[in-house]
């Protein structure tokens, strides 16, 4: 096992707070979360977009006039066709979500990947404690280049432009499921910390063969994780953050396996039973 587990806030911490919003990683941050786990998108402006559509879900938004959204009109409200000006009149904070019913409800807007890196340093300085890291997912697909995003060549300039302005780029984790944007990061700078999502039961060896190199972390969805799994990324010293852990028993699951970190909504419950574990065992 690890010496030491990270617990990453998935989307801030979307079991309490509206997902991707500045209030989600300010509380993250506030519960003590080491990495803040967030999915970037471009607006139609060239902007990096912290949202994981790149359109607005009528799951949990609203249209600028308040009005609900048609699931079947989603697609209308396409990120990558509005400018900023615009997609801050949407509001994503205050509808109910029905997959979080303890979510407290507020008024948001998606926020620009600059500024919640300045939210959460302000708010480390004023706390005077160390800001976590951030796990940046990169939300492309080959069905969506020029639809819904830019090709990966572009969104990964843009990507690195914000990192460089605020000297994270080897400080921070960019991960996604398309191999893509990952191979042209890696080309680019060779240093970055790169992780490999994975969700389906391709076999691990098979992925890392599309990637076409050993990425700093392999990201597979908690299900997946086994013994063979392990020994393989041990083996060739991957690191291995699961996602998305969300109750107490899989996060013991995880800890027994040898994960190096938890992605989960609820990173005040993992950071309980990581600690709570850990004691155990140190007694034991």
């Given amino acids: ?39 970037v998108v471009i607006t139609g402006d060239a902007q990096v977009l912290v949202s994981h559509e790149p359109w607005f879900a009528a799951e949990y938004c609203l249209k600028p006039d308040g009005t609900t959204i048609a699931p079947a009109d989603e697609l209308q409200h396409n990120i990558y066709k509005l400018p900023y000006q615009t997609i801050k009149q949407y509001d994503c904070g205050s509808k109910t979500h029905p997959r979080f019913p303890k979510q407290q409800n507020q008024v948001a807007h998606k926020p620009l990947l600059s500024e919640v890196i300045e939210a959460v340093q302000a708010y480390c300085a004023q706390q005077t404690i160390a800001c976590p890291y951030f796990n940046i997912e990169i939300k492309s697909t080959i069905a969506g280049d020029k639809i819904f995003h830019p090709r990966p060549e572009l969104f990964v300039e843009l990507l690195l432009e914000v990192l460089a302005n605020y000297k994270l780029t080897e400080q921070s984790l960019i991960q996604s499921f398309d191999v893509r944007p990952l191979q042209v990061l890696h080309h680019l700078k060779p240093t970055i910390k790169l992780g490999l999502l994975t969700e389906d039961n391709t076999p691990p060896e098979q992925r890392l063969d599309q990637l076409g190199f050993m990425p700093y972390a392999y990201n597979p969805n908690y299900s997946l994780i086994d013994g063979s799994l392990m020994q393989l990324l041990q083996k060739e010293r991957i690191k291995c953050f699961a996602w998305t852990v969300n109750d107490a028993e899989t996060v013991l699951k995880m800890l027994n396996a040898g994960v190096d970190g938890i992605i989960s909504d609820y990173p005040d419950m993992v950071l309980r039973e990581v600690k709570s574990y850990y004691m155990a065992n140190k007694t034991s």
């Fill in 1 to 39: 096992m690890p010496e030491a587990i990270e617990v990453h806030g998935h989307r801030g911490c979307r079991g309490l707070l509206p997902e991707n919003t500045i209030p989600a990683f300010l509380k993250a941050t506030e519960l003590g979360a080491h990495a803040l786990e967030l999915d």
